[in-house]
């Protein structure tokens, strides 16, 4: 690629249920504030309204809080699902947030990913990705149109629709559709010439569909006339570094099953094949690539795997999980961004090249320095010398 990777996460987030929810919401807004210091770019937050794991119900209140708390990183919602609301009240949310956070916001979107949501509202999921698609249409002409927005669907309605403010981002903030296996998303980002979000890239089937999701979102793209960047694409994946294997296998064994029955037995998404012993679980999940229990290198071959499949992307955001206890989690974070990150951004490959050079010239370089010392305390002998001839010469005399 002719580009640096960015880095983030997407923040569900997955916290086990029966925990304290106050101080589980607390520890994310923590972690965005030291992902924010790591220099992390991104930070995506989700929203759902069941089954107890993933339980930020709003994203724009949650960002509104980690904007005062944070100064660079920028804050998406990961994702809004567009079938639960009316598109001029997420829209004009958007707005007020891109304004107070002074242009810090992305919106991603998202037909809605639990069915116990949908069921709860009543919502066909059969008919949640034309729902997707319908309110984009409409949230986008909001934020863009200089006129007033007449759209009727069978399930909302704009009339004479408009906003009161622009975005504060210039024409607007960017907007980003979620994918996982199906082709809906890549088709509403060609489409729309939007952004692109793939939630599983690591799993079987998210990752084998990478290049013909990206491939998609071209065609679509020139069909409706518009353009889709690479450097625009998000691939997530779960990862948890330490200083070697062996410690971070054993530093998920604080969590990660749980995780792992969340996916099999609520979220009706299996990941890896049921097994009850820990090793077994992390070989399986090393071996397929759905995520590294391991090192800064085993992370930084993963990436590179995403790299060469999927045909370059702009920005790796981690799963956000909490399959160790805060202070290993925090520490995964950091090696990352210290040991990881500049691989893919080249930011210290200058700092390598300067030692490497100095190291390589360091005989001429001391040499010159020695020969400028002796230079120094000739020089000052001779002018000791020189002022003390007067006085000796007036002494004789």
Do not use: C
Request: aromatic share 8%.
């Amino acid at each position: 690629m002719d580009w640096p990777l960015r880095f983030g996460i997407f923040l569900a987030p997955f916290q086990p249920a029966g925990q304290n929810p106050t101080l589980a919401l607390e520890r994310d807004l923590e972690l965005i504030v030291r992902l924010d210091e790591l220099g992390y770019d991104e930070a995506w937050i989700g929203e759902h309204h069941s089954a107890g794991f993933e339980i930020i119900t709003s994203p724009e209140v949650f960002i509104a809080v980690a904007s005062q708390r944070t100064k660079h990183i920028r804050l998406g919602t990961g994702v809004s699902s567009l079938p639960y609301h009316h598109p001029l009240m997420l829209a004009d949310r958007m707005v007020l947030l891109d304004h107070l956070t002074r242009g810090r916001i992305m919106l991603g979107v998202g037909p809605g990913a639990l069915p116990s949501d949908a069921f709860m509202m009543g919502i066909d999921p059969g008919r949640q990705r034309k729902m997707m698609e319908e309110s984009l249409e409409a949230i986008l002409a909001l934020l863009t149109s200089e006129e007033p927005v007449n759209i009727t669907t069978d399930w909302f309605t704009l009339r004479d629709a408009r906003l009161q403010l622009r975005p504060y981002t210039h024409p607007r903030f960017e907007v980003a559709v979620a994918a996982q296996v199906s082709p809906a998303g890549p088709r509403a980002a060609g489409r729309f010439g939007l952004a692109l979000l793939s939630l599983g890239a690591t799993t079987a089937g998210g990752f084998d569909v990478l290049g013909a999701h990206w491939e998609t979102a071209e065609q679509r793209a020139s069909q409706f006339g518009t353009s889709v960047d690479r450097r625009a694409w998000r691939l997530v994946g779960p990862m948890h570094i330490a200083e070697t294997e062996a410690q971070a296998r054993k530093e998920v064994e604080h969590g990660l099953a749980e995780w792992i029955r969340y996916f099999q037995e609520v979220a009706a998404l299996p990941i890896v094949p049921p097994t009850a012993d820990h090793d077994s679980l992390v070989d399986a999940m090393n071996a397929s690539g759905i995520a590294v229990v391991g090192t800064p290198e085993m992370a930084i071959a993963q990436i590179q795997r995403l790299v060469d499949q999927s045909g370059g992307f702009g920005t790796y955001l981690f799963m956000g999980h909490e399959w160790a206890d805060r202070q290993a989690t925090l520490a995964s974070y950091e090696r990352f961004a210290r040991e990881v990150m500049p691989a893919f951004q080249g930011s210290a490959e200058r700092t390598v090249r300067s030692r490497d050079w100095a190291a390589k010239n360091r005989p001429e370089f001391m040499s010159a320095a020695i020969n400028a010392i002796g230079k120094a305390i000739t020089d000052h002998q001779a002018e000791k010398e020189a002022a003390a001839a007067p006085e000796t010469a007036a002494t004789t005399n």
